[in-house]
């Protein structure tokens, strides 16, 4: 492997070709741990030419520079290297180029499976409220003839009418119809039809009146062979993990559940980088909008198939995700998201057509995108509560937290409701840290230090490659104890200097994988992080007209906030000084609470109606912030 130092234009001039006149040139690059090849540009970066290649290569900070999770190794080739510095084994994809054909490895950091997604949702053995907008009943039609030549949708709606009056005059979706005439003649004229109740059902339903088809007649969105089943798929659309769970629509059962990774990390692990690349280019969106919804149509084909369904058997989905997750998904603009005051498209729940998004469900199946409340508190936060009303609505002070890349809080006193967002960044979850990555095989999840020696708990019992988000709070708050890093964040023993910074070294270099470090720019970006959200929770307080003293219970919600160590929160401050009784680890509250509104419309409508209720704080409009993020920057106890 080599690299060069020298510019395009320099190189250019050297074939004896003025820059501005120059093709670009192209090499290939092939990565075998993934089995994949692409072409890529000399005027791009290699995660550049990946990210356009679809290609995955994780990059929590968007391709800045500024954190280590991209690292690559030049196993054959010339590449151009951004940056000065010593040459090193392991270099960033972001700030390399190609010169000629090039062979490369990934850091094993990035190629573990996850293996945390956020799928426990509580109660995953217990059928849900069940009243789904969707129905379904077989028809038996009689066969066409010349005696009998109506059209094959008619036959439907007159063999359903038998039994289901108000299916007489239902419409029929054009893309279901299509579907129609193979299925009625493989299946000796038995079809099984899928129909969307009428809007004014849904409405009545929340006001607890008698429903009816009166007002607009029930659609038939979908046709399937007789007897299949009736599947609905509700997705908890995170920034850095997807969890999906697949519902059986007549009985209310999970079937099964399965997480990823967000397609979009390739675009950056926090918001802001993905809004800025959708706000600076439409080609762009329009990739990270495909990106999304490749990730949906994968979970919907795994999980069907796992139970032995199509994907054409989902005949409803909903989703949550925040805000910006939400408007990517739709296709919306973005960029209004990127500056205050934030405002988004809308904060109603939206159904928008499944197959206008790309989905390959039901021909006429819908997606939901749960109500938001505003700000970047979306509609994940919204399932969130939904799913834990129960805990929030008894008596007392009650604190809802999901902690992750983007923290959402709502602080809970009687029927006041208070919401907010934290920009805590991806550090919580191992973005933008040096040695940062997802909950995989092979992260250092707990971390203490024994007689000087700091000893590491790894997912999985394998090698450690890497520190994922519970390891980044454990291994800070076990250097905060043994006094390696003072109370104003600075590393003060066990350090020694890479690349000019300061670090602590928990697993040295080894020939194919690279050291795993906690550096000082790290233990910044946690700062900032658990700042701003103790910052948040402060004046959710102020905002109530109390203190965090009166909590009378923490609800810690996601998978992230699952596998907190408690004592650790509370150590370095990201976490009031309660006692730890008062905190309760519910596991991924929005993935339970968007199952709910996927199973019942009462509680979809009820998931609107609590948005409504919130009153969003944006903390940045506080006179009082700044002073109160500082105060909260250190480690003191």
Same mark, same amino acid.
């Given at each position: 492997m080599s690299w060069d130092a020298a510019s395009d234009a320099g190189l250019q001039a050297q074939d004896?070709?003025?820059?501005?006149?120059?093709?670009?040139?192209?090499?290939?690059? /092939?990565i075998a741990t993934l089995a994949r090849e692409f072409e890529?540009?000399?005027?791009?970066?290699?995660?550049?030419?990946?990210?356009?290649?679809?290609?995955?290569?994780?990059? #929590?900070?968007?391709?800045?520079?500024?954190?280590?999770? $991209?690292?690559?190794?030049?196993?054959?080739?010339?590449?151009?290297?951004?940056?000065?510095?010593?040459?090193?084994?392991?270099?960033?994809? $972001?700030?390399?180029?190609?010169?000629?054909?090039?062979?490369?490895?990934l850091a094993p950091r990035s190629l573990a499976p996850v293996v945390r997604a956020d799928v426990r949702s509580g109660g995953d053995d217990a059928a849900l409220p069940l009243e789904p907008l969707v129905a379904e009943a077989t028809a038996a039609c009689s066969a066409a003839s010349l005696a009998d030549p109506v059209p094959d949708a008619e036959r439907v709606r007159r063999a359903l009418a038998a039994t289901q009056p108000a299916l007489a005059a239902a419409s029929v979706d054009a893309a279901a119809a299509a579907e129609l005439p193979p299925l009625l003649r493989a299946h000796d004229w038995r079809v099984s039809a899928r129909w969307r109740l009428p809007l004014d059902?849904?409405?009545?339903?929340?006001?607890?009146?008698?429903?009816? @088809?009166?007002?607009?007649?029930?659609?038939?969105?979908?046709?399937?062979?007789?007897?299949?089943?009736?599947l609905g798929l509700a997705v908890d659309l995170g920034t850095t993990n997807a969890a999906a769970f697949l519902l059986d629509l007549k009985t209310g059962m999970r079937l099964a559940s399965l997480g990823l990774e967000n397609p979009q990390v390739a675009w950056g692990a926090d918001l802001i980088s993905r809004i800025n690349h959708a706000a600076g280019s439409p080609a762009v969106a329009a990739r990270m909008r495909a990106a999304a919804v490749a990730g949906l149509d994968a979970?919907?084909?795994?999980?069907?198939?796992?139970?032995?369904?199509?994907?054409?058997?989902?005949?409803?989905?909903?989703?949550?995700?925040?805000?910006?997750m939400q408007h990517l998904l739709a296709g919306w603009p973005v960029a209004q998201l990127g500056r205050a005051p934030f405002v988004a498209v809308t904060h109603d729940a939206v159904d928008l057509p499944a197959r206008a998004l790309g989905l390959h469900?039901? #021909?006429?199946?819908?997606?939901?995108?749960?109500?938001?409340?505003?700000? /970047?508190?979306?509609?994940?936060?919204?399932?969130?509560?939904?799913?834990?009303?129960?805990?929030? @609505?008894?008596?007392?002070?009650?604190? !809802?937290?999901?902690?992750?890349?983007?923290?959402?809080?709502?602080?809970?006193?009687?029927?006041?409701?208070?919401?907010?967002?934290?920009?805590?960044?991806? #550090?919580?979850?191992?973005?933008h840290i040096a040695s940062g990555m997802r909950a995989a095989e092979g992260a250092i999840e707990r971390v203490r230090i024994d007689d000087g020696?700091?000893?590491?708990?790894?997912?999985?019992?394998?090698?450690?490659?890497?520190?994922?988000?519970?390891?980044?709070?454990?291994?800070?708050?076990?250097?905060?104890?043994?006094?390696?890093?003072?109370?104003?964040?600075?590393?003060?023993?066990?350090?020694?200097?890479?690349?000019? !910074?300061? #670090?602590?070294?928990?697993?040295?270099?080894?020939?194919?994988t690279p050291a795993v470090r906690f550096t000082q720019h790290d233990v910044r970006a946690v700062q900032l992080a658990k700042s701003a959200i103790r910052t948040g929770v402060q004046l959710l307080c102020t905002q109530a007209g109390t203190h965090t003293g009166t909590i009378d219970r923490v609800l810690l919600a996601g998978a992230f906030g699952a596998y907190l160590d408690i004592g650790a929160c509370i150590a370095?401050?990201?976490?009031?000084?309660?006692?730890?009784?008062?905190?309760?680890? !519910?596991?991924?509250?929005?993935?339970?609470?968007?199952?709910?509104?996927?199973?019942?419309?009462?509680?979809?409508?009820r998931a609107a109606a609590i948005a409504r209720r919130c009153r969003c704080v944006e903390l940045s409009a506080r006179s009082d912030f700044q002073k109160t993020f500082l105060q909260h920057i250190g480690f003191e106890t």
């Amino acid at each position: 492997m080599s690299w060069d130092a020298a510019s395009d234009a320099g190189l250019q001039a050297q074939d004896g070709v003025p820059p501005a006149a120059a093709a670009v040139r192209t090499h290939r690059v /092939f990565i075998a741990t993934l089995a994949r090849e692409f072409e890529a540009r000399e005027d791009e970066t290699l995660l550049a030419a990946a990210r356009r290649a679809g290609v995955r290569i994780v990059a #929590a900070c968007g391709g800045r520079g500024s954190c280590g999770s $991209c690292m690559v190794r030049i196993s054959a080739g010339r590449v151009h290297r951004d940056g000065a510095g010593n040459p090193r084994t392991w270099l960033r994809a $972001c700030r390399i180029s190609a010169r000629s054909a090039l062979e490369v490895e990934l850091a094993p950091r990035s190629l573990a499976p996850v293996v945390r997604a956020d799928v426990r949702s509580g109660g995953d053995d217990a059928a849900l409220p069940l009243e789904p907008l969707v129905a379904e009943a077989t028809a038996a039609c009689s066969a066409a003839s010349l005696a009998d030549p109506v059209p094959d949708a008619e036959r439907v709606r007159r063999a359903l009418a038998a039994t289901q009056p108000a299916l007489a005059a239902a419409s029929v979706d054009a893309a279901a119809a299509a579907e129609l005439p193979p299925l009625l003649r493989a299946h000796d004229w038995r079809v099984s039809a899928r129909w969307r109740l009428p809007l004014d059902a849904a409405i009545a339903v929340e006001a607890q009146a008698e429903v009816r @088809s009166a007002g607009g007649a029930p659609r038939l969105i979908g046709f399937a062979r007789p007897d299949a089943p009736l599947l609905g798929l509700a997705v908890d659309l995170g920034t850095t993990n997807a969890a999906a769970f697949l519902l059986d629509l007549k009985t209310g059962m999970r079937l099964a559940s399965l997480g990823l990774e967000n397609p979009q990390v390739a675009w950056g692990a926090d918001l802001i980088s993905r809004i800025n690349h959708a706000a600076g280019s439409p080609a762009v969106a329009a990739r990270m909008r495909a990106a999304a919804v490749a990730g949906l149509d994968a979970l919907a084909h795994d999980l069907a198939r796992a139970v032995g369904a199509e994907p054409g058997d989902i005949a409803d989905i909903a989703v949550c995700g925040n805000t910006a997750m939400q408007h990517l998904l739709a296709g919306w603009p973005v960029a209004q998201l990127g500056r205050a005051p934030f405002v988004a498209v809308t904060h109603d729940a939206v159904d928008l057509p499944a197959r206008a998004l790309g989905l390959h469900v039901a #021909a006429g199946a819908n997606v939901h995108l749960a109500a938001s409340i505003g700000g /970047f508190v979306g509609g994940d936060h919204v399932a969130a509560l939904l799913a834990t009303e129960a805990l929030w @609505s008894q008596p007392g002070t009650t604190l !809802v937290m999901d902690v992750g890349t983007n923290t959402e809080i709502s602080l809970v006193q009687g029927d006041r409701l208070w919401s907010t967002s934290c920009p805590s960044g991806p #550090a919580l979850e191992g973005g933008h840290i040096a040695s940062g990555m997802r909950a995989a095989e092979g992260a250092i999840e707990r971390v203490r230090i024994d007689d000087g020696v700091p000893k590491l708990g790894v997912i999985g019992g394998a090698r450690p490659v890497g520190l994922c988000g519970s390891g980044v709070l454990d291994a800070l708050a076990a250097f905060v104890g043994a006094g390696w890093i003072d109370a104003r964040g600075r590393i003060r023993q066990h350090a020694r200097i890479v690349d000019g !910074v300061r #670090a602590i070294t928990l697993v040295e270099e080894i020939d194919d994988t690279p050291a795993v470090r906690f550096t000082q720019h790290d233990v910044r970006a946690v700062q900032l992080a658990k700042s701003a959200i103790r910052t948040g929770v402060q004046l959710l307080c102020t905002q109530a007209g109390t203190h965090t003293g009166t909590i009378d219970r923490v609800l810690l919600a996601g998978a992230f906030g699952a596998y907190l160590d408690i004592g650790a929160c509370i150590a370095i401050g990201l976490l009031p000084p309660l006692p730890r009784e008062r905190v309760q680890q !519910v596991g991924n509250a929005a993935g339970l609470g968007v199952q709910q509104m996927l199973a019942s419309r009462t509680r979809r409508a009820r998931a609107a109606a609590i948005a409504r209720r919130c009153r969003c704080v944006e903390l940045s409009a506080r006179s009082d912030f700044q002073k109160t993020f500082l105060q909260h920057i250190g480690f003191e106890t």
